[in-house]
Protein backbone atom coordinates (compact mmCIF):
# COMPACT_ATOMS: atom_id res chain seq x y z
CA UNK A 1 0.00 0.00 0.00
CA UNK A 2 3.01 2.34 0.94
CA UNK A 3 3.59 2.52 -3.20
CA UNK A 4 0.22 3.28 -3.72
CA UNK A 5 -0.27 5.95 -1.26
CA UNK A 6 3.14 7.70 -2.59
CA UNK A 7 1.29 8.25 -5.65
CA UNK A 8 -1.24 10.61 -3.85
CA UNK A 9 -4.03 8.80 -2.11
CA UNK A 10 -5.41 9.97 1.05
CA UNK A 11 -5.78 6.86 3.88
CA UNK A 12 -6.53 8.43 7.23
CA UNK A 13 -8.85 10.61 8.69
CA UNK A 14 -7.38 13.68 10.52
CA UNK A 15 -9.93 15.41 11.22
CA UNK A 16 -13.57 15.00 11.73
CA UNK A 17 -16.13 18.07 10.94
CA UNK A 18 -19.41 17.69 13.40
CA UNK A 19 -21.28 20.02 11.40
CA UNK A 20 -24.43 20.32 13.00
CA UNK A 21 -26.41 20.85 10.45
CA UNK A 22 -28.50 17.39 10.40
CA UNK A 23 -27.43 15.65 7.50
CA UNK A 24 -24.58 17.54 5.46
CA UNK A 25 -25.93 17.10 1.80
CA UNK A 26 -22.80 18.21 0.28
CA UNK A 27 -19.19 19.26 0.81
CA UNK A 28 -17.11 21.39 -1.58
CA UNK A 29 -13.43 22.70 -1.19
CA UNK A 30 -13.33 26.56 -2.09
CA UNK A 31 -10.39 27.27 -5.22
CA UNK A 32 -7.38 26.56 -3.29
CA UNK A 33 -8.51 24.19 -1.24
CA UNK A 34 -8.25 26.36 2.45
CA UNK A 35 -11.39 26.56 2.99
CA UNK A 36 -14.68 24.36 2.31
CA UNK A 37 -18.78 24.69 2.26
CA UNK A 38 -20.81 22.26 4.05
CA UNK A 39 -24.23 22.19 2.80
CA UNK A 40 -26.88 21.22 5.60
CA UNK A 41 -30.63 19.62 5.42
CA UNK A 42 -31.31 22.21 8.64
CA UNK A 43 -31.20 24.85 5.40
CA UNK A 44 -27.49 26.76 6.81
CA UNK A 45 -24.47 26.31 4.52
CA UNK A 46 -21.20 26.90 6.65
CA UNK A 47 -18.10 27.88 5.87
CA UNK A 48 -15.15 25.91 7.36
CA UNK A 49 -11.00 25.84 7.63
CA UNK A 50 -11.09 21.67 7.35
CA UNK A 51 -7.36 21.78 7.88
CA UNK A 52 -7.78 22.84 11.34
CA UNK A 53 -11.46 21.85 11.77
CA UNK A 54 -12.06 25.61 12.51
CA UNK A 55 -15.86 26.79 12.03
CA UNK A 56 -15.47 30.02 9.98
CA UNK A 57 -19.43 31.24 9.18
CA UNK A 58 -22.31 30.14 9.23
CA UNK A 59 -25.41 31.56 6.47
CA UNK A 60 -28.97 31.45 6.59
CA UNK A 61 -31.22 32.28 4.30
CA UNK A 62 -32.75 28.89 2.18
CA UNK A 63 -35.74 27.68 3.02
CA UNK A 64 -35.06 23.79 2.66
CA UNK A 65 -32.30 21.69 2.38
CA UNK A 66 -29.13 23.09 0.84
CA UNK A 67 -27.87 20.75 -1.99
CA UNK A 68 -24.92 22.59 -3.44
CA UNK A 69 -22.62 25.17 -3.48
CA UNK A 70 -19.54 26.51 -4.51
CA UNK A 71 -17.09 29.42 -3.74
CA UNK A 72 -16.18 31.87 -6.54
CA UNK A 73 -12.46 32.16 -8.07
CA UNK A 74 -11.69 35.15 -5.53
CA UNK A 75 -13.36 33.60 -2.57
CA UNK A 76 -15.28 36.48 -2.06
CA UNK A 77 -18.32 35.44 -2.69
CA UNK A 78 -20.33 32.37 -2.52
CA UNK A 79 -23.67 30.59 -4.57
CA UNK A 80 -26.06 27.84 -3.00
CA UNK A 81 -28.85 26.25 -4.17
CA UNK A 82 -31.17 23.39 -2.58
CA UNK A 83 -35.20 22.25 -2.28
CA UNK A 84 -36.42 26.03 -2.07
CA UNK A 85 -35.93 25.98 -5.85
CA UNK A 86 -33.73 29.65 -5.32
CA UNK A 87 -30.28 29.76 -6.24
CA UNK A 88 -28.35 32.52 -3.76
CA UNK A 89 -25.29 34.38 -4.55
CA UNK A 90 -23.74 35.82 -1.22
CA UNK A 91 -21.13 37.59 0.25
CA UNK A 92 -18.33 35.75 2.18
CA UNK A 93 -17.44 38.17 4.77
CA UNK A 94 -20.45 39.62 5.65
CA UNK A 95 -22.74 36.73 4.88
CA UNK A 96 -25.37 38.91 3.40
CA UNK A 97 -27.30 37.67 0.45
CA UNK A 98 -26.28 39.56 -2.55
CA UNK A 99 -28.93 38.35 -4.82
CA UNK A 100 -31.49 35.57 -4.58
CA UNK A 101 -32.56 33.93 -8.36
CA UNK A 102 -36.35 32.25 -8.50
CA UNK A 103 -36.95 30.48 -11.53
CA UNK A 104 -36.88 26.86 -11.37
CA UNK A 105 -40.12 25.62 -10.89
CA UNK A 106 -38.44 22.45 -8.92
CA UNK A 107 -35.84 21.53 -6.51
CA UNK A 108 -32.12 22.88 -7.53
CA UNK A 109 -29.77 19.82 -7.35
CA UNK A 110 -26.32 21.74 -8.51
CA UNK A 111 -24.78 24.97 -8.98
CA UNK A 112 -21.58 26.35 -10.56
CA UNK A 113 -19.83 29.41 -11.28
CA UNK A 114 -17.96 29.49 -14.50
CA UNK A 115 -14.74 30.39 -14.88
CA UNK A 116 -14.28 34.32 -13.74
CA UNK A 117 -17.55 34.01 -11.27
CA UNK A 118 -19.69 36.78 -13.62
CA UNK A 119 -22.21 34.07 -13.90
CA UNK A 120 -23.90 30.58 -12.07
CA UNK A 121 -25.44 27.96 -13.26
CA UNK A 122 -28.10 25.74 -12.02
CA UNK A 123 -29.67 22.16 -12.90
CA UNK A 124 -32.63 21.95 -11.42
CA UNK A 125 -35.26 18.77 -11.14
CA UNK A 126 -37.56 20.52 -13.81
CA UNK A 127 -35.36 19.58 -16.61
CA UNK A 128 -33.34 23.12 -16.97
CA UNK A 129 -30.01 24.67 -16.66
CA UNK A 130 -30.65 27.93 -15.87
CA UNK A 131 -27.91 31.11 -15.95
CA UNK A 132 -27.66 33.68 -14.20
CA UNK A 133 -25.84 37.16 -14.07
CA UNK A 134 -24.12 37.77 -11.16
CA UNK A 135 -23.59 41.91 -12.09
CA UNK A 136 -26.98 42.28 -13.37
CA UNK A 137 -30.18 43.27 -11.33
CA UNK A 138 -32.52 41.54 -13.76
CA UNK A 139 -34.24 38.90 -11.99
CA UNK A 140 -34.52 36.46 -15.30
CA UNK A 141 -31.76 34.42 -16.45
CA UNK A 142 -29.79 35.04 -19.80
CA UNK A 143 -30.28 31.90 -21.20
CA UNK A 144 -31.81 28.37 -20.16
CA UNK A 145 -30.99 25.34 -21.15
CA UNK A 146 -33.74 22.88 -21.51
CA UNK A 147 -32.45 19.94 -23.58
CA UNK A 148 -33.02 17.43 -20.63
CA UNK A 149 -35.40 15.25 -20.49
CA UNK A 150 -35.33 14.38 -16.81
CA UNK A 151 -33.51 16.11 -13.65
CA UNK A 152 -30.41 17.85 -14.26
CA UNK A 153 -28.28 15.99 -11.69
CA UNK A 154 -24.41 17.33 -12.24
CA UNK A 155 -23.12 20.23 -13.58
CA UNK A 156 -19.52 21.22 -14.53
CA UNK A 157 -17.69 23.88 -16.36
CA UNK A 158 -14.99 25.14 -18.00
CA UNK A 159 -13.55 27.76 -20.05
CA UNK A 160 -15.72 27.28 -22.95
CA UNK A 161 -18.15 24.40 -21.90
CA UNK A 162 -20.33 23.11 -19.62
CA UNK A 163 -21.15 19.71 -19.08
CA UNK A 164 -24.07 17.92 -17.70
CA UNK A 165 -25.62 14.89 -16.13
CA UNK A 166 -29.16 14.11 -16.36
CA UNK A 167 -31.08 11.46 -14.51
CA UNK A 168 -32.26 10.47 -18.39
CA UNK A 169 -29.42 8.41 -18.80
CA UNK A 170 -27.57 11.45 -20.96
CA UNK A 171 -24.38 13.63 -20.37
CA UNK A 172 -24.65 17.18 -22.43
CA UNK A 173 -21.77 18.94 -23.18
CA UNK A 174 -22.45 22.48 -24.35
CA UNK A 175 -19.20 24.43 -26.43
CA UNK A 176 -19.24 27.74 -25.64
CA UNK A 177 -17.21 28.08 -29.02
CA UNK A 178 -18.85 26.36 -31.68
CA UNK A 179 -22.37 26.63 -30.21
CA UNK A 180 -22.47 22.85 -30.45
CA UNK A 181 -24.46 20.63 -28.17
CA UNK A 182 -23.07 17.18 -27.76
CA UNK A 183 -25.09 14.41 -26.44
CA UNK A 184 -23.95 11.07 -24.92
CA UNK A 185 -26.15 8.32 -24.16
CA UNK A 186 -25.02 6.88 -21.45
CA UNK A 187 -27.64 4.63 -20.40
CA UNK A 188 -28.63 4.28 -16.82
CA UNK A 189 -29.33 8.01 -14.70
CA UNK A 190 -26.26 10.09 -14.66
CA UNK A 191 -25.55 11.37 -11.05
CA UNK A 192 -22.28 12.79 -11.48
CA UNK A 193 -19.63 14.38 -14.25
CA UNK A 194 -16.37 15.50 -14.15
CA UNK A 195 -13.50 16.75 -16.81
CA UNK A 196 -10.14 15.36 -16.02
CA UNK A 197 -7.79 17.92 -15.14
CA UNK A 198 -6.59 18.03 -18.72
CA UNK A 199 -9.46 18.42 -20.09
CA UNK A 200 -9.20 15.67 -22.40
CA UNK A 201 -11.98 12.73 -20.82
CA UNK A 202 -15.23 13.36 -19.09
CA UNK A 203 -16.05 11.12 -15.77
CA UNK A 204 -19.26 10.03 -15.24
CA UNK A 205 -21.05 7.99 -12.27
CA UNK A 206 -24.23 6.63 -12.82
CA UNK A 207 -27.00 4.65 -10.92
CA UNK A 208 -25.91 0.67 -12.26
CA UNK A 209 -22.88 1.33 -9.47
CA UNK A 210 -20.53 1.56 -12.29
CA UNK A 211 -18.06 4.72 -13.71
CA UNK A 212 -17.26 5.27 -17.03
CA UNK A 213 -14.42 7.45 -18.38
CA UNK A 214 -14.63 8.61 -21.72
CA UNK A 215 -12.77 10.31 -24.62
CA UNK A 216 -14.37 14.22 -24.65
CA UNK A 217 -13.59 14.61 -28.42
CA UNK A 218 -14.44 10.92 -29.72
CA UNK A 219 -16.92 9.88 -27.08
CA UNK A 220 -14.91 6.50 -27.30
CA UNK A 221 -15.31 4.60 -23.70
CA UNK A 222 -12.26 4.35 -22.44
CA UNK A 223 -12.47 2.51 -19.22
CA UNK A 224 -14.93 0.93 -16.42
CA UNK A 225 -15.10 1.47 -12.99
CA UNK A 226 -16.63 -1.30 -10.85
CA UNK A 227 -17.13 -2.68 -7.27
CA UNK A 228 -18.88 0.10 -5.11
CA UNK A 229 -22.66 -0.08 -4.45
CA UNK A 230 -25.12 3.13 -6.33
CA UNK A 231 -28.35 2.27 -7.73
CA UNK A 232 -30.61 4.58 -5.22
CA UNK A 233 -28.66 7.96 -4.69
CA UNK A 234 -27.10 10.46 -6.35
CA UNK A 235 -22.91 10.37 -5.33
CA UNK A 236 -20.11 12.17 -6.01
CA UNK A 237 -17.23 11.07 -8.60
CA UNK A 238 -14.03 12.89 -8.34
CA UNK A 239 -10.29 12.51 -9.48
CA UNK A 240 -7.74 13.21 -7.06
CA UNK A 241 -5.07 16.69 -8.10
CA UNK A 242 -2.67 14.76 -10.56
CA UNK A 243 -5.40 12.50 -12.30
CA UNK A 244 -3.63 9.16 -11.15
CA UNK A 245 -6.63 7.85 -9.42
CA UNK A 246 -10.54 7.74 -9.35
CA UNK A 247 -12.65 8.19 -6.39
CA UNK A 248 -16.43 7.42 -5.82
CA UNK A 249 -18.85 7.57 -3.54
CA UNK A 250 -20.65 4.06 -2.14
CA UNK A 251 -24.01 2.91 -0.35
CA UNK A 252 -21.91 0.43 1.50
CA UNK A 253 -20.15 3.69 3.80
CA UNK A 254 -17.09 3.36 1.97
CA UNK A 255 -15.16 6.04 -1.12
CA UNK A 256 -13.99 3.64 -3.87
CA UNK A 257 -10.34 4.22 -4.83
CA UNK A 258 -9.41 3.33 -8.69
CA UNK A 259 -6.16 3.35 -10.42
CA UNK A 260 -7.36 5.48 -13.93
CA UNK A 261 -5.43 3.34 -15.87
CA UNK A 262 -5.92 -0.01 -15.29
CA UNK A 263 -9.39 0.40 -13.75
CA UNK A 264 -8.61 -1.45 -10.43
CA UNK A 265 -9.62 -0.82 -7.30
CA UNK A 266 -6.80 0.65 -5.07
CA UNK A 267 -8.52 1.15 -1.74
CA UNK A 268 -11.27 1.45 -0.23
CA UNK A 269 -11.61 4.84 2.66
CA UNK A 270 -14.46 3.15 5.10
CA UNK A 271 -16.40 5.16 7.22
CA UNK A 272 -17.56 3.80 10.49
CA UNK A 273 -21.33 2.26 9.33
CA UNK A 274 -23.20 1.75 6.45
CA UNK A 275 -24.60 4.77 5.04
CA UNK A 276 -24.19 6.77 1.93
CA UNK A 277 -21.08 8.36 1.11
CA UNK A 278 -22.55 10.87 -0.95
CA UNK A 279 -20.61 13.81 -1.16
CA UNK A 280 -16.74 14.69 -2.25
CA UNK A 281 -14.53 17.15 -2.45
CA UNK A 282 -10.66 16.70 -3.40
CA UNK A 283 -8.31 19.53 -2.85
CA UNK A 284 -7.08 21.33 -6.33
CA UNK A 285 -3.29 20.76 -5.45
CA UNK A 286 -2.70 18.27 -2.22
CA UNK A 287 -3.42 14.70 -0.88
CA UNK A 288 -6.57 15.92 0.99
CA UNK A 289 -10.25 14.24 0.31
CA UNK A 290 -12.97 15.40 1.96
CA UNK A 291 -16.13 12.95 2.37
CA UNK A 292 -19.79 14.38 3.79
CA UNK A 293 -21.35 10.95 5.89
CA UNK A 294 -24.47 11.15 7.65
CA UNK A 295 -23.98 14.77 10.12
CA UNK A 296 -20.17 14.73 9.79
CA UNK A 297 -17.41 15.70 7.22
CA UNK A 298 -14.44 13.25 7.45
CA UNK A 299 -10.81 15.10 6.42
CA UNK A 300 -8.73 12.46 4.89
CA UNK A 301 -4.80 12.75 4.51
CA UNK A 302 -1.73 10.47 3.49
CA UNK A 303 -0.06 9.49 6.87
CA UNK A 304 2.01 11.88 6.76
CA UNK A 305 -0.87 14.74 6.14
CA UNK A 306 1.24 16.51 3.66
CA UNK A 307 0.90 16.56 0.22
CA UNK A 308 2.36 13.89 -2.40
CA UNK A 309 5.61 15.73 -2.11
Not at 139 to 165: C, F, H, M, N, R
Request: hydrophobic share 30%.
Amino acid sequence: MASKVSQGIPEKVVHILDCKQRAVRAVRFNADGNYCLTCGSDKSLKLWNPHTNKLLKTYNAHGYDVLDAQGSCDNSQLCSCGMDKTVILWDVASGKVLRKFRGHVGRTNCVKFNEESTVILSGSIDGSVRIWDCRSRRPEPIQILDEAKDSVTAIQVSDYEILTGCADGRTRRYDLRNGQILVDLVGNSVTSVSFTKDGQCILVTTLDSTLRLFDKDSGEMLNEYTGHKNTDYKVDNCLNSDDTHILNGSEDGAVYVWDLVDGKVVTKLQHPGRSCVHSLSYHPSEVCLLTAYEDKVFVWKTQHGQSHD
